[in-house]
C-alpha cells in the first residue's frame, strides 16, 4: 500500500511562491503517475495537476503558467512548485496517485495579506 506524505504548506502573501513536496512510500515510485489534489475551505476536492511516468504534465486551467509539477523518481517525490499564489489557492493539498488510493493528511496552503 503506498503511504504518502505532503509538506511544504505555509501562510505567503498575495504573488509569492511556495513549494509542496509528497514524499511516497510502499511501492515503486517510477511506475506511478502522481497527481495533486487541493481542497478549498468548504468545497470539493479538485484536481490541480498531474506528471505521468513519462513526464508528461497536465493542469487545471486556474494554474497554468502559474504551478510547475515535477517528480524525482530517485527521491521518490513529487513536487508542486507555486509561483504568483492568489487567494482563492488557499486549500489543503494533497498528492495522490493515479488513480488514486488512499489519502494522505495533506499541507495547508493560506494565501492572505
Known amino acids: 500500500q503506498v503511504q504518502l506524505v505532503e509538506s511544504g504548506g505555509g501562510l505567503v502573501q498575495p504573488g509569492q511562491s511556495l513549494r509542496l513536496s509528497c514524499a511516497v512510500y510502499?511501492?515503486?515510485?517510477?511506475?506511478?503517475?502522481m497527481d495533486w489534489y487541493r481542497q478549498p475551505p468548504g468545497k470539493q476536492r479538485e484536481l490541480v495537476a498531474g506528471i505521468g511516468t513519462n513526464g508528461r504534465t497536465n493542469y487545471r486551467d486556474s494554474v497554468k503558467g502559474r504551478f510547475t509539477i515535477s517528480r524525482d523518481n530517485a527521491k521518490s517525490t513529487v513536487y508542486l512548485q507555486m509561483n504568483s499564489l492568489q487567494p482563492e489557492d488557499t486549500a489543503v493539498y494533497y498528492c495522490?496517485?493515479?488513480?488514486?488510493?488512499?489519502w494522505g493528511v495533506g499541507t495547508q496552503v493560506t494565501v492572505s495579506s
Open positions: 495522490n496517485q493515479n488513480p488514486p488510493t488512499g
Open positions: 510502499g511501492r515503486i515510485f517510477r511506475f506511478l503517475a
